[in-house]
């Protein structure tokens, strides 16, 4: 008699532990099942519709299965985003804000027209923006290395008209007011501010080249 009541009770532990898994399974599947909701903030309309619509092709039949890792990857293909945050909100929404790209440079490759953004990365664009143009290839770690050194001194980026880029690495820089700045290869910070140093010294003066390639010189042309 003790052997088939224990029989039954493990029976009875059995199906009892099967109801529940099947609830369980049931739960995950119908109850936090399809993301119905995506919303995504920080680009315009366009781009955030083009993120929205690949993010739509992935499997999204369950909030806690979502593959992260492809969404990320989603997101980082359109040049424009610098950063970005991804929340999933339960039980069925997906949240992204977006930080957009500043727009460092204007530049031609492969004869289109192009923005160099803060994240590096080349963006293809028809609107007029009021930003330096580049003339001349150059490595995008050259162009932040001479960005880092201008925005280290009060030289003020927004005041560049033209930048100008060498085979040697070495920039020259033209303004608005149409003045010309030779710089060196290497101390560019320093030699700024020797430029700028000048300037507060000479303020009356009218010159519209400098030429700042000798270590600790400013040489003049007016």
Do not use: C
Not at 140 to 169: E, H, P, Q
Not at 177 to 193: F, H, N, Q
Request: no cysteine; hydrophobic share 40%; aromatic share 12%.
């Amino acid at each position: 008699m003790r052997n088939q009541k224990s029989k039954k009770i493990l029976i009875y532990s059995f199906l009892f532990l099967s109801i529940i898994s099947l609830n369980n399974k049931n739960f995950l599947n119908d109850n936090l099942a399809q993301v119905d909701k995506i919303l995504i903030k920080g680009l315009d309309e366009k781009n955030n519709f083009s993120i929205k619509k690949e993010i739509n092709k992935l499997d999204l039949n369950n909030l806690f299965f979502i593959d992260k890792a492809k969404i990320n990857m989603i997101i980082n293909s359109n040049n424009l985003v610098e950063s970005f945050s991804v929340f999933k909100i339960y039980p069925s929404s997906i949240d992204i804000t977006i930080s957009q790209t500043k727009f460092l440079a204007k530049l031609k490759k492969d004869k289109k027209d192009y923005i160099l953004g803060s994240n590096g990365k080349f963006i293809e664009i028809k609107n007029e923006i009021d930003i330096p143009f580049i003339y001349g290839s150059f490595e995008v770690k050259n162009f932040f290395k001479l960005k880092k050194a201008i925005d280290d001194t009060n030289f003020n980026y927004n005041d560049i008209k033209n930048l100008f880029s060498f085979k040697s690495g070495r920039w020259d820089i033209e303004t608005k007011d149409g003045v010309l700045i030779l710089l060196p290869k290497d101390k560019i910070k320093e030699s700024l501010e020797l430029f700028l140093l000048f300037l507060n010294r000479n303020h009356k003066k009218e010159i519209n080249k400098f030429d700042l390639r000798q270590h600790n010189q400013v040489i003049t042309n007016g």
